[in-house]
């Protein structure tokens, strides 16, 4: 059987993540990934419950020693794990607050940090076709659809960003690279781009993941340089629009939703360093980059290609087990490069005309004011004509300012009837607004079914 080593990185002595003041090295992970695999229970597989991304790394290292994959679900509502027990009976979960999770047995995190440090033997082999985690999204009945995720592939995936990032970087490696990330270690993004960028791409993280500007700002100025900042476009506005200062950092990495040309250039400047972003999904997971700022199209990973154009296109090649169609309508380029138009699934038609729900947020986040935005689709039931309604976080903006200024960005057809001003839109720890959450967020607001009148 093939395998491959859990830390690609022969000098132990090298950190891999910080925690508060104290530096963990790789030989200390090793150690605590030890301990912890010796006091798992029996048979798994193991749900992660915790904000700490260090403890995170080493519940899933534990468990991938005892050959135990690891449970990666969209959200840990009771419902959702609730879903989880029926389709894997023998689940047990670690967790910050173990007497809060129902339905499981769960077992609390130990302390390892007061154990014996840096005695650790070599990194455990994997095999390439273990199953490291099972990341599982909603399906069309809510249940959640299981998409497998085996180390040997998960190990291209993450050496292949590695050296895309460290290129824009000017780097031959990311050896020696600090990560911050506004992102949890359980999210697809946040699992490639921290953990597994640490563990196998030479980076070492900060555990914490900070929410609020101060915060961010504090992360990442404990951080040595050379350091990146990992986010999202959500927490990337919201930072900005703090008008705090901003440490220096080296790279900015951004995904779960597309940025704006705008909202790029503030940031590049803000920070002084170039800022990335990466296309994926959970089928195919990382699959391309491009820098905004100096363009639309997308470059694919080394050893990657696409096949088809429209919504009709394939990735393949590299990391990509198999041949894998992409959910986007994407403009194919050449086999390397593409221009992303849009979610196939998000396309809407009014009166003939046709837009998308991602161009028309995009639009609305433009608006001077306009702290979050989101269009969203009535369900058509056939007794009158669905119009869009726009739910808006804008506390200084009258509903005539964000029609306005609608009015200069898109066809007439796609002017909301109804602007909803809310407090804050359910968006998930990632940033991302998922079609259901929002749908039941518009039920309950609008109440009754939702319609727009």
């Known amino acids: 059987m093939t395998t491959l080593p859990l830390l690609d990185l022969d000098d132990l002595s090298r950190p891999l993540a910080r925690r508060g003041e104290h530096v963990v090295s790789r030989a200390d992970y090793l150690a605590h990934v030890a301990r912890l695999a010796a006091r798992l229970p029996e048979r798994g597989p193991l ?78 082999e994997i095999g390439t076709d273990f199953v490291v985690a099972q990341v599982l999204t909603s399906g069309s009945t809510g249940a959640p659809v299981p998409h497998l995720k085996r180390w040997g592939l998960l190990v291209l995936n993450a050496r292949a960003e590695a050296r895309r990032l460290a290129d824009a970087m000017g780097r031959r490696s990311l050896d020696g690279v600090w990560l911050v ?91 002084g360093a170039p800022l990335l972003e990466i296309y994926g999904c959970t089928e195919a997971g990382q699959v391309a980059t491009r820098r905004t700022t100096a363009g639309a199209a997308w470059r694919v990973f080394d050893g990657l290609a696409l096949e088809g154009n429209g919504a009709q296109t394939v990735v393949s090649g590299g990391h990509v087990g198999a041949p894998t169609p992409l959910a986007d309508v994407l403009e194919v380029l050449d086999p390397q490069t593409f221009r992303l138009l849009g979610r196939s699934n998000d396309l809407v038609n009014i009166a003939g005309k046709r837009s998308s729900l991602g161009h028309l947020n995009h639009q609305l986040n433009t608006i001077d004011g306009v702290v979050d935005g989101a269009f969203w689709m009535p369900p058509d039931d056939g007794s009158e004509i669905v119009r869009l309604v726009a739910f808006v976080v804008a506390p200084t903006l009258a509903r005539r300012a964000v029609v306005d200024a609608l009015r200069t960005r898109v066809d007439a057809a796609f002017l909301p009837r109804r602007v909803v001003f809310v407090d804050a839109l359910p968006r998930e720890a990632t940033g991302k607004l998922t079609a259901g959450r929002l749908a039941e967020f518009a039920a309950a607001t609008l109440g009754g079914s939702g319609a727009a009148r």
């Open 47 to 124: 749900l992660s419950l915790t904000a700490d991304r260090y403890r995170f790394s080493v519940a899933l290292g534990a468990a991938m020693a005892r050959g135990h994959t690891s449970l990666l679900p969209s959200n840990h509502t009771p419902d959702t794990l609730a879903r989880l027990k029926s389709l894997f009976p023998s689940v047990y979960a670690l967790a910050d607050q173990p007497d809060a999770v129902d339905g499981m047995p769960a077992f609390a995190y130990p302390d390892l940090a007061d154990e014996s440090r840096g005695n650790a033997a070599a990194a455990p």
């Open 181 to 271: 990330a506004t992102v949890p270690a359980q999210h697809m993004y946040g699992f490639e781009s921290t953990v597994l960028l640490a563990l196998v791409g030479g980076a070492a993280f900060d555990n914490e993941r900070p929410f609020y500007p101060a915060d961010i700002a504090r992360a990442l100025a404990r951080a040595p340089r050379p350091r990146m900042l990992v986010t999202t476009p959500f927490h990337l506005k919201t930072l900005l629009d703090a008008g705090i200062e901003l440490p220096p950092i080296d790279l900015l990495l951004s995904a779960t939703a597309p940025l704006t040309p705008q909202l790029a250039t503030r940031a590049e400047a803000a920070f």
